[in-house]
């Protein structure tokens, strides 16, 4: 359900840059007017990944669980199970006891040890006011 949703996102993305191409016949001759500023009303992948990033690195459960949820999937990221482990461990996320049944010991392990690291990386930043 969650690569259907995902994969529902990305193909908005594009589906949103290639309407907004389109111009009714109406349409002055000339060339087109320029973007709107500020960001694009459908957010890009790469967009999606600095937000979740961002709330993750700022110690947020939703950025966290859903940055594990990516690294889980592999749908917008790289699969990575040891990194998904250690944000969906730091999100607390009922998702991380489905994802432990697909990993080794071993992952599981360095999983801890990275879910630790994290953790202090976060406590650092909220420590230095960043």
Same mark, same amino acid.
Request: charged share 20%.
């Given at each position: 359900?969650? *690569?259907?949703?995902?994969?529902?996102?990305?193909?908005?993305?594009?589906?949103?840059?290639?309407h907004?191409?389109?111009? @009714? &016949?109406?349409?002055?001759?000339?060339?087109? @007017?320029?973007? @709107?500023?500020?960001?694009?009303?459908?957010?890009? /992948?790469?967009?999606? =990944?600095?937000?979740?990033?961002?709330?993750?690195? &700022?110690g947020?459960?939703?950025?966290?669980? &859903?940055?594990?949820?990516?690294? #889980?999937?592999?749908? /917008?990221?790289?699969?990575?199970?040891?990194?998904?482990?250690?944000?969906? #461990?730091?999100?607390? #996320?009922?998702?991380?006891?489905?994802?432990? *049944?697909?990993? #080794?010991?071993?992952q =599981?392990?360095?999983?801890?040890?990275?879910?630790?690291?994290?953790?202090?990386? /976060?406590?650092?930043?909220?420590?230095?006011?960043?």
């Amino acid at each position: 359900m969650k *690569k259907l949703l995902l994969l529902a996102l990305a193909s908005h993305a594009f589906a949103f840059q290639a309407h907004a191409q389109v111009q @009714p &016949n109406d349409a002055p001759a000339g060339p087109p @007017p320029a973007p @709107p500023a500020g960001p694009p009303a459908c957010p890009t /992948i790469p967009m999606v =990944i600095a937000r979740a990033r961002a709330a993750a690195e &700022n110690g947020e459960a939703y950025g966290q669980h &859903n940055l594990g949820v990516y690294y #889980s999937e592999g749908v /917008i990221l790289k699969q990575d199970k040891v990194e998904a482990y250690a944000w969906l #461990s730091l999100a607390g #996320s009922k998702e991380l006891e489905a994802l432990k *049944k697909t990993m #080794s010991p071993q992952q =599981i392990t360095d999983g801890q040890k990275r879910a630790r690291q994290l953790q202090e990386q /976060i406590e650092a930043r909220r420590k230095n006011g960043k």
